[in-house]
């Protein structure tokens, strides 16, 4: 192979095209933006969520650009990702590439859980990316191939009070992962994660609009902002690739540095000795 070939072929390995990808949690957010990166790399892209107008909107938006449908679907229920993997069939013979990002999170003390709570968190974050992890990866396994990807969060290795029954529902996906990989590796299906921090989306708007936490978890990151939706759907796009041939039940930390440095960035030079 000449040189100009082996270059021309790594951009080549990120180019979706011809390729049909599932996105759950679509109407917004990661889940939006995750569709977005996918068509504009070339995918035929079917939306999924449960909220109508939302997902119908990015379904319309991306369908100038390369085919795409909008299905309802509610990412806790079985019958309702079962739906969607039907439907998904009957739009495309293949499917190639298959995304879930919807979570929910209660900020509650762990001795002040409901039971109800937990079930709400749990049956979405957990079990609900369970069934779809389901659905789709025996869809792959009978065609061979496939990129599975879930959105974890960096609440699966750090917490802060209130939050520990969605860190245990994010740390279960990553594990969910690992040992789905394990064992469609040999059908040549990967199965990672993508593990976010903070994230400018809904489900972290009540946060958002008070300026002292805002900043506070800002800090956090070495690069002291939240990040944007899209910079966590570029590693979405990058799992679904062929790029990321040799790339399987991992999860991908996109936080900023939250995970790799103890406590805010402080600015200070200082020598210190026993």
């Not at 495309?92 to 879930?100: F, L, Q, S």
């Not at 939706?229 to 041939?245: N, Y």
Request: aromatic share 6%; net charge neutral; charged share 25%.
């Amino acid at each position: 192979m000449t040189i100009e070939a082996r270059l021309d072929r790594y951009r080549t390995l990120f180019d979706l095209t011809g390729k049909t990808a599932v996105v759950l949690g679509a109407a917004s957010g990661i889940g939006k933006a995750s569709a977005e990166a996918l068509a504009a790399l070339g995918a035929d892209v079917i939306c999924a969520d449960r909220d109508r107008d939302g997902v119908e909107r990015t379904a319309r938006e991306l369908g100038a650009r390369v085919k795409s449908q909008a299905h309802v679907t509610d990412a806790s229920q079985r019958e309702d990702i079962e739906a969607l993997a039907r439907a998904a069939t009957a739009f495309a013979p293949r499917i190639d590439i298959a995304v879930t990002t919807p979570a929910v999170h209660v900020r509650k003390p762990f001795l002040d859980y409901t039971d109800e709570e937990y079930d709400r968190i749990a049956d979405l974050n957990l079990k609900g990316v369970f069934f779809f992890l389901r659905a789709f990866g025996r869809i792959m396994r009978e065609q061979r191939g496939g990129s599975l990807i879930a959105t974890s969060s960096m609440r699966a290795m750090t917490l802060e009070p209130g939050l520990a029954i969605y860190g245990a529902t994010k740390a279960g996906i990553i594990q969910l992962v690992r040992g789905l990989a394990s064992e469609l590796g040999p059908a040549n299906v990967r199965v990672n994660a993508v593990v976010p921090s903070i994230v400018e989306t809904a489900l972290v708007a009540p946060l958002k609009a008070r300026k002292d936490i805002f900043d506070k978890l800002a800090a956090h990151t070495v690069f002291n902002r939240w990040s944007e939706p899209s910079e966590v759907a570029t590693a979405i796009a990058f799992l679904a690739s062929d790029a990321a041939s040799y790339v399987t039940g991992t999860a991908m930390m996109v936080d900023g540095g939250w995970t790799a440095i103890d406590g805010p960035p402080t600015g200070l030079t200082q020598t210190a000795r026993d």
